[in-house]
T-cell receptor
Framework: DSGVTQTPKHLITATGQRVTLRCSPR?????VYWYQQSLDQGLQFLIH???????AKGNILERFSAQQFPDLHSELNLSSLELGDSALYFC???????????FGPGTRLTVL | GENVEQHPSTLSVQEGDSAVIKCTYS??????FPWYKQELGKGPQLIID?????GEKKDQRIAVTLNKTAKHFSLHITETQPEDSAVYFC????????????????FGQGTILTVHP
Protein backbone atom coordinates (compact mmCIF):
# COMPACT_ATOMS: atom_id res chain seq x y z
CA ASP A 1 0.00 0.00 0.00
CA SER A 2 1.56 3.26 -1.21
CA GLY A 3 -0.57 5.51 0.99
CA VAL A 4 -2.12 7.21 -2.06
CA THR A 5 -5.87 6.69 -2.32
CA GLN A 6 -8.07 7.05 -5.39
CA THR A 7 -11.83 6.91 -5.79
CA PRO A 8 -13.78 5.46 -7.38
CA LYS A 9 -12.03 2.22 -8.29
CA HIS A 10 -14.25 1.67 -11.33
CA LEU A 11 -16.38 4.08 -13.33
CA ILE A 12 -18.67 3.21 -16.22
CA THR A 13 -20.33 6.01 -18.12
CA ALA A 14 -21.61 7.00 -21.55
CA THR A 15 -20.13 9.13 -24.31
CA GLY A 16 -20.68 12.84 -23.82
CA GLN A 17 -20.83 12.60 -20.03
CA ARG A 18 -18.61 14.22 -17.40
CA VAL A 19 -16.86 12.46 -14.52
CA THR A 20 -14.65 13.43 -11.61
CA LEU A 21 -11.82 11.28 -10.31
CA ARG A 22 -10.46 11.91 -6.84
CA CYS A 23 -6.99 11.43 -5.39
CA SER A 24 -5.65 11.83 -1.85
CA PRO A 25 -1.84 12.00 -1.65
CA ARG A 26 0.32 10.39 1.00
CA UNK A 27 0.41 12.27 4.26
CA UNK A 28 2.88 15.15 3.95
CA UNK A 29 3.22 15.01 0.16
CA UNK A 30 2.65 18.33 -1.58
CA UNK A 31 2.88 17.19 -5.21
CA VAL A 32 0.19 15.31 -7.11
CA TYR A 33 0.64 13.94 -10.62
CA TRP A 34 -2.00 12.45 -12.91
CA TYR A 35 -1.22 9.76 -15.48
CA GLN A 36 -3.30 7.91 -18.03
CA GLN A 37 -2.57 4.27 -18.88
CA SER A 38 -3.97 2.73 -22.05
CA LEU A 39 -2.94 -0.24 -24.17
CA ASP A 40 -1.98 1.85 -27.18
CA GLN A 41 -0.38 4.86 -25.45
CA GLY A 42 1.13 3.25 -22.35
CA LEU A 43 1.62 5.40 -19.26
CA GLN A 44 1.29 9.07 -20.18
CA PHE A 45 1.77 12.10 -17.94
CA LEU A 46 -1.24 14.42 -17.84
CA ILE A 47 -0.66 17.16 -15.26
CA HIS A 48 1.27 18.06 -12.10
CA UNK A 49 0.15 20.14 -9.13
CA UNK A 50 2.33 21.33 -6.30
CA UNK A 51 0.75 22.76 -3.15
CA UNK A 52 -2.33 23.90 -5.02
CA UNK A 53 -0.60 25.33 -8.08
CA UNK A 54 -0.37 23.81 -11.54
CA UNK A 55 3.29 23.14 -12.32
CA ALA A 56 3.39 21.21 -15.59
CA LYS A 57 1.09 19.91 -18.29
CA GLY A 58 1.62 16.91 -20.49
CA ASN A 59 -0.61 15.32 -23.08
CA ILE A 60 -3.81 16.48 -21.43
CA LEU A 61 -6.81 17.15 -23.63
CA GLU A 62 -8.68 20.46 -23.38
CA ARG A 63 -11.73 18.45 -22.28
CA PHE A 64 -9.79 17.41 -19.18
CA SER A 65 -9.00 19.64 -16.23
CA ALA A 66 -7.65 19.19 -12.74
CA GLN A 67 -7.19 21.04 -9.49
CA GLN A 68 -5.56 20.58 -6.12
CA PHE A 69 -7.45 21.77 -3.06
CA PRO A 70 -6.13 23.38 0.16
CA ASP A 71 -6.22 19.97 1.91
CA LEU A 72 -3.98 18.75 -0.95
CA HIS A 73 -6.39 16.26 -2.42
CA SER A 74 -6.79 16.52 -6.18
CA GLU A 75 -9.56 15.98 -8.66
CA LEU A 76 -9.33 15.20 -12.36
CA ASN A 77 -12.38 16.25 -14.36
CA LEU A 78 -13.07 14.60 -17.70
CA SER A 79 -15.86 16.03 -19.84
CA SER A 80 -17.51 15.32 -23.20
CA LEU A 81 -16.22 11.79 -22.82
CA GLU A 82 -15.35 9.73 -25.89
CA LEU A 83 -14.83 6.01 -26.32
CA GLY A 84 -11.08 6.62 -26.57
CA ASP A 85 -10.98 8.08 -23.07
CA SER A 86 -11.49 4.60 -21.64
CA ALA A 87 -8.32 3.90 -19.68
CA LEU A 88 -6.77 3.55 -16.26
CA TYR A 89 -6.14 6.87 -14.54
CA PHE A 90 -3.47 6.98 -11.86
CA CYS A 91 -2.42 9.68 -9.52
CA UNK A 92 0.95 9.75 -7.83
CA UNK A 93 2.34 11.90 -5.05
CA UNK A 94 5.76 12.99 -3.89
CA UNK A 95 7.40 15.05 -1.17
CA UNK A 96 8.63 18.57 -1.73
CA UNK A 97 12.17 18.56 -3.03
CA UNK A 98 12.01 14.83 -3.60
CA UNK A 99 11.28 13.00 -6.79
CA UNK A 100 10.15 9.52 -5.84
CA UNK A 101 6.57 9.28 -7.02
CA UNK A 102 4.22 6.85 -5.31
CA PHE A 103 1.21 5.69 -7.27
CA GLY A 104 -2.33 5.06 -6.16
CA PRO A 105 -4.36 1.98 -7.18
CA GLY A 106 -5.98 3.81 -10.09
CA THR A 107 -9.47 4.41 -11.42
CA ARG A 108 -10.61 2.30 -14.34
CA LEU A 109 -12.82 4.41 -16.60
CA THR A 110 -15.01 2.71 -19.18
CA VAL A 111 -16.87 4.90 -21.66
CA LEU A 112 -19.68 3.09 -23.49
CA GLY B 1 10.53 16.03 -25.49
CA GLU B 2 11.98 13.02 -23.73
CA ASN B 3 11.55 9.60 -25.31
CA VAL B 4 12.23 6.33 -23.45
CA GLU B 5 12.62 3.03 -25.28
CA GLN B 6 12.41 -0.23 -23.32
CA HIS B 7 13.43 -3.75 -24.34
CA PRO B 8 12.45 -6.53 -24.41
CA SER B 9 8.67 -6.26 -24.43
CA THR B 10 8.36 -9.77 -22.98
CA LEU B 11 10.86 -11.83 -20.99
CA SER B 12 10.45 -15.40 -19.84
CA VAL B 13 12.92 -16.99 -17.40
CA GLN B 14 13.19 -20.02 -15.15
CA GLU B 15 13.05 -19.56 -11.41
CA GLY B 16 16.54 -18.82 -10.10
CA ASP B 17 17.78 -17.30 -13.36
CA SER B 18 18.65 -13.64 -13.81
CA ALA B 19 16.56 -11.15 -15.77
CA VAL B 20 17.79 -7.97 -17.45
CA ILE B 21 15.63 -5.18 -18.86
CA LYS B 22 17.18 -2.30 -20.79
CA CYS B 23 16.07 1.26 -21.47
CA THR B 24 17.45 4.13 -23.49
CA TYR B 25 16.51 7.78 -23.18
CA SER B 26 16.87 10.67 -25.55
CA UNK B 27 17.22 13.83 -23.45
CA UNK B 28 20.65 14.27 -21.89
CA UNK B 29 19.05 16.59 -19.29
CA UNK B 30 17.25 13.65 -17.68
CA UNK B 31 18.75 13.00 -14.26
CA UNK B 32 16.43 10.65 -12.41
CA PHE B 33 15.60 7.09 -13.49
CA PRO B 34 13.10 5.01 -11.50
CA TRP B 35 11.86 1.49 -12.12
CA TYR B 36 8.31 0.42 -11.36
CA LYS B 37 6.69 -2.98 -10.99
CA GLN B 38 3.01 -3.27 -11.85
CA GLU B 39 0.99 -6.31 -10.90
CA LEU B 40 -2.39 -7.05 -12.42
CA GLY B 41 -5.08 -4.69 -11.16
CA LYS B 42 -2.65 -2.55 -9.17
CA GLY B 43 -0.83 0.73 -9.57
CA PRO B 44 2.88 0.94 -10.43
CA GLN B 45 5.11 0.27 -7.41
CA LEU B 46 8.50 1.97 -7.15
CA ILE B 47 11.13 -0.75 -6.71
CA ILE B 48 14.43 1.06 -7.24
CA ASP B 49 15.72 4.32 -8.67
CA UNK B 50 19.00 5.93 -9.62
CA UNK B 51 20.18 9.49 -10.06
CA UNK B 52 22.54 10.69 -12.74
CA UNK B 53 25.45 11.18 -10.34
CA UNK B 54 25.51 7.44 -9.56
CA GLY B 55 26.52 4.58 -11.87
CA GLU B 56 25.02 1.64 -10.03
CA LYS B 57 22.65 0.95 -7.17
CA LYS B 58 21.71 -2.35 -5.50
CA ASP B 59 18.88 -3.41 -3.24
CA GLN B 60 19.00 -7.10 -2.35
CA ARG B 61 18.22 -9.03 -5.57
CA ILE B 62 17.62 -5.90 -7.64
CA ALA B 63 20.22 -3.63 -9.19
CA VAL B 64 20.14 -0.75 -11.64
CA THR B 65 23.02 0.54 -13.77
CA LEU B 66 23.26 3.83 -15.60
CA ASN B 67 25.49 4.81 -18.50
CA LYS B 68 25.05 8.56 -18.99
CA THR B 69 27.34 8.71 -22.01
CA ALA B 70 25.33 6.11 -23.90
CA LYS B 71 22.05 7.31 -22.35
CA HIS B 72 20.93 3.91 -21.26
CA PHE B 73 20.07 2.23 -17.98
CA SER B 74 19.23 -1.33 -17.03
CA LEU B 75 17.40 -3.31 -14.37
CA HIS B 76 18.96 -6.53 -13.17
CA ILE B 77 17.01 -9.06 -11.10
CA THR B 78 18.97 -12.02 -9.75
CA GLU B 79 17.66 -15.32 -8.35
CA THR B 80 14.24 -14.66 -9.84
CA GLN B 81 11.15 -15.98 -8.08
CA PRO B 82 7.61 -16.57 -9.39
CA GLU B 83 6.42 -13.55 -7.41
CA ASP B 84 8.71 -11.38 -9.54
CA SER B 85 6.31 -12.00 -12.46
CA ALA B 86 4.77 -8.64 -13.37
CA VAL B 87 5.07 -5.76 -15.83
CA TYR B 88 8.17 -3.63 -15.28
CA PHE B 89 8.44 -0.02 -16.42
CA CYS B 90 11.46 2.19 -16.64
CA UNK B 91 11.08 5.95 -16.57
CA UNK B 92 13.10 9.12 -16.89
CA UNK B 93 12.60 12.53 -15.38
CA UNK B 94 14.06 16.00 -15.88
CA UNK B 95 14.47 18.35 -12.97
CA UNK B 96 12.20 21.37 -13.26
CA UNK B 97 13.28 24.88 -12.37
CA UNK B 98 12.78 26.12 -8.83
CA UNK B 99 14.13 23.01 -7.14
CA UNK B 100 10.83 21.96 -5.67
CA UNK B 101 10.07 18.96 -7.79
CA UNK B 102 11.49 16.77 -10.51
CA UNK B 103 8.26 16.85 -12.45
CA UNK B 104 6.81 14.40 -14.86
CA UNK B 105 7.96 10.85 -15.52
CA UNK B 106 8.32 9.65 -19.10
CA PHE B 107 7.78 5.89 -19.16
CA GLY B 108 9.04 3.12 -21.36
CA GLN B 109 6.56 0.76 -22.98
CA GLY B 110 6.88 -1.92 -20.30
CA THR B 111 8.30 -5.45 -20.08
CA ILE B 112 6.13 -8.41 -19.18
CA LEU B 113 8.35 -10.65 -17.03
CA THR B 114 7.25 -14.24 -16.47
CA VAL B 115 9.18 -16.43 -14.04
CA HIS B 116 8.43 -20.13 -14.45
CA PRO B 117 8.69 -22.34 -11.34
Amino acid sequence: DSGVTQTPKHLITATGQRVTLRCSPRSGDLSVYWYQQSLDQGLQFLIHYYNGEERAKGNILERFSAQQFPDLHSELNLSSLELGDSALYFCASSLRGNNEQFFGPGTRLTVL
Amino acid sequence: GENVEQHPSTLSVQEGDSAVIKCTYSDSASNYFPWYKQELGKGPQLIIDIRSNVGEKKDQRIAVTLNKTAKHFSLHITETQPEDSAVYFCAASIRLGGGTSYGKLTFGQGTILTVHP
